[in-house]
């Protein structure tokens, strides 16, 4: 089966004719219908993140899956051939932008039924690091005022949506090019961020969620409400900064969570929408990764064998 693969950090992946893996106890083949690409492959990628995520080479890329179960490993129940299922894989593991991926039964949800199952791919990381940020660590609720950065973005886009599920007024900030997509998606207000310094547009802000880091985390403060979140995706925050102002920090640490993923593929039947930015063979994964790496996808990245 073809895939695609790191062969060394640095280097651009490449897509490789590599043996179809074969399930063992407790595990899954699944026929691969779509995977979806994250800034996190980038970074894995790159050696940035080889710390927390060591990988051996080569590696075949991706965490992010969406498929039909093709063949059961011994001792796996639940599950039948042909159940269409989504996955995000260990991130040391990867596997998910080939033709067929090895994976642990346990890891597998039951796909969302209103939407093409190659997109579901793009819920198991972005949608559920947005489920993380905005149900579980910053538990916003109505009336509150949250800031969106990047709301294009892929865990932006699940950002905007899931707050404004709570009640909660929505400022994003975008580009003008996308202030339609974020709109549609339920951003009461929008920020070009091209053009204006989000601060001076906003401001008495409960909660900021940061998919940008660097200096927009430092800039973010300045718009948070005293004893207001700021919840960081990228990197952890600087904590003492901000506990300085009177506010509080928190950093989205995403790992794989089968129970949490289950709760995102419930809000995909329920109109949780899933943007996507372009879907790619197989064979053109390789741009399509170069493509994620420059930052400025709206939506997620398919990949689809």
């Not at 640095?10 to 083949?29: A, D, F, K, R």
């Not at 910053?138 to 009336?143: D, P, W």
């Not at 949250?146 to 994003?172: E, K, M, P, W």
Request: some cysteine; glycine content about 10%.
């Amino acid at each position: 089966m073809k895939a695609l693969q790191y062969t060394a950090y640095g280097h651009s992946p490449v897509v490789n004719e590599v043996p179809e893996p074969v399930p063992g106890p407790g595990e899954v083949l699944v026929r691969v219908a779509g995977a979806a690409l994250n800034p996190l492959d980038v970074k894995i990628g790159a050696g940035y993140v080889q710390e927390y995520f060591p990988i051996t080479f080569p590696s075949t890329v991706g965490t992010d899956l969406a498929g039909t179960v093709e063949r059961l490993g011994p001792g796996v129940t639940g599950w039948g051939i042909g159940d269409a299922v989504i996955c995000r894989t260990d991130p040391t593991a990867g596997g998910a932008v080939a033709e067929y991926a090895v994976v642990p039964a346990a890891s597998l949800v039951a796909a969302p039924t209103t939407v093409p199952l190659d997109a579901a791919a793009g819920l198991a990381t972005a949608a559920a690091t947005a489920w993380q940020a905005v149900i579980e660590i910053a538990e916003l609720r109505s009336g509150q005022k949250v800031l969106v950065h990047a709301g294009a973005g892929g865990v932006g886009s699940f950002v905007i949506q899931l707050a404004r599920r709570t009640g909660a007024h929505v400022v994003t900030t975008a580009s003008s090019a996308a202030a339609e997509i974020v709109r549609k998606l339920g951003a009461d207000e929008v920020v070009d961020y091209t053009s204006v310094d989000f601060r001076t547009a906003v401001s008495d802000v409960d909660v900021v969620v940061d998919s940008v880091g660097g200096e927009i985390e430092a800039r973010s403060l300045d718009v948070l409400k005293p004893g207001g979140l700021l919840v960081s995706l990228p990197v952890p925050p600087d904590f003492e900064r901000a506990a300085a102002r009177g506010l509080r920090a928190e950093f989205v640490f995403h790992a794989s969570d089968a129970e949490r993923l289950a709760k995102v593929a419930a809000a995909a039947n329920e109109g949780l929408d899933i943007v996507v930015d372009r879907t790619v063979r197989l064979s053109g994964a390789a741009d399509a990764f170069d493509y994620v790496a420059q930052g400025h996808a709206k939506g997620k990245v398919i990949v689809r064998p």
